[in-house]
C-alpha cells in the first residue's frame, strides 16, 4: 500500500512540474536560483535583445506598464513567418481607437538564460518607429506582464544587468532593501505613495509602476480635485505613446515618498485629459512612476509575493533637471545618426535665438552629431545652468534637400521650472 501511495505521490509531482513548464512564462533554461540578464539602459530604459522563433534577436523593451508582448511592425512580423488567428482594435493612450494589430498566439523567445514558451504577440500592423526616434536606438516591441508573473526580478540600473530569479527564492527580504505592497491590477503593478504638493498639501496617489515610461512622476488631474498646478510650470510635449503623443505641463512636487525613501523636487508630467482618461479613472490611479524615478533606484518585482523592493542607487540624490535648451530632439528612424529638432519651446534660449523646428543638427559643441548619442545629447542639454552650448544646424528648403543654409547658434542653458 505504502508502495502504491509513494507510486502516485511521485507521479502526481512529475505530472505537476510536467504541467507547469507548459504554461506560459518565462522560465530558466535551466534548474538554477538566479540567472543574470544583461541591459542596455537608456535614460533608465531597460533594452535587451530577444530572439523570437529563433531568428535573429531584436531590441525589446521590457514594460511593466503593459499586459501583453508588443511588435511594432507586421512587415516584420511576417518576415519572421508569425501565424495569426484574429485582429483586436487598440486604445492608445491619446485615445485613439484606430490603432489595429494580428494576434499571433504561439511564440517562443529566448533571451540567453531565459526562455518565453507559448507567448502570445499583439503585433501592429502600422508601423512604430517613434520609439526609435526618441530613444536614439532601434526597439522593435515590447516584453510586459508575463515576464514578471512567474518569478523575483531584480533591476541593477547602474550596472545595466537584471537578475532572474527561480520562483521560490528571495523568501527573505535582501539586506538593505526596502519593502512596500505591490497590488497587481489586471496584469499591471501599483503602489501607494505620498507627494506633497507646491502648495503644502499632500497625496497618498495609487501610482503605476511602468518602467517604459520616460517620465519621473505623472500625476493625472482628471483623476481628482487634490492635484493641483504648481505655480511655476511650463507647457511640453511628454511623450511618445503608441496612440500619439502625450501633452501637458512640466512642473515639480516638494517631495514623493515611496517605500520609506524620499525624493524632492521631482519632476512631475501633467497631462492633459483625453478621451483614454476613462480608462485610468477605472483603475483608481493617480498617476504614474517612470524611469526617471525608478532609474535612481535598485528594484526588485516580485509580483507572486505582492512586493516591491527598493534600494538607493548611486544617483539616488541627485536633482531631477528638465531640458534647458528649449529643442526637442528627435532621430530620423532607419537612418544613419541624423539629429534634427521636432519642436521648440517659446521663450526658450534656442526659440530666442532663431533655432527653428526641423532643423538638422551637424554638430553640438564642434563636435559631429554622428559621434553622439541622443541620451548624451539630452543629458547635455539639462545638466548645468550658465553652461554655454553651440550648435550648428542644415535648414532645408521645404522638401528639397538639395537647398539648405547652414546656421551656427551659441548660448547658454536657462532653467525654466
Known sequence: MYKSLFAFLFLFIAIQIGSMAQVPGFFMKEEQRKVVIPFYPSNSLIIIPVSINGHTPLN?????????????SKKLGDALGLEYTRRLKLVGADGSDDLMASVSPINHFDLGPVEGIFQSLLVLEQEFLELESVIGIPIYGIIGYEFFKFNPIKIDYDNGLMTFYKHDALRWKPLFYRKTHLSIQENKP???????????STLYPKLLVDTGANHGL????????????????IESALGQSLGGMLFGYMGR??????????????????????????????????GSLGAEVLGRTKLIFDYPRNRLLVQRADNFFAPFQFDMSGMTLRKIPNDDNRIYVSEIRPGSPAQRLGIEAYDEVLMINNVPTFFWELSDINKLLRSEQGKKVEVEVRRYEGDDLTKYEDHKFSFELKRQI
Not at 60 to 72: A, M, P, Q, W
Open 253 to 286: 512636487v516638494e517631495s514623493l515618498s515611496f517605500a520609506n525613501l524620499k525624493l524632492t523636487e521631482v519632476l512631475t508630467s501633467y497631462p492633459e485629459e483625453t478621451p483614454f482618461s476613462y480608462v485610468i479613472k477605472d483603475s483608481g490611479r493617480s
Open 218 to 233: 505623472l500625476l493625472n488631474r482628471e483623476t481628482t480635485e487634490a492635484i493641483t498646478m504648481p505655480p511655476l510650470f
Open 60 to 72: 525589446f523593451l521590457v514594460d511593466t506598464g503593459v499586459r501583453s508582448n508588443i511588435l511594432f
Open 190 to 200: 501599483y503602489i501607494q505613495a505620498r507627494v506633497k504638493q507646491k502648495d503644502g
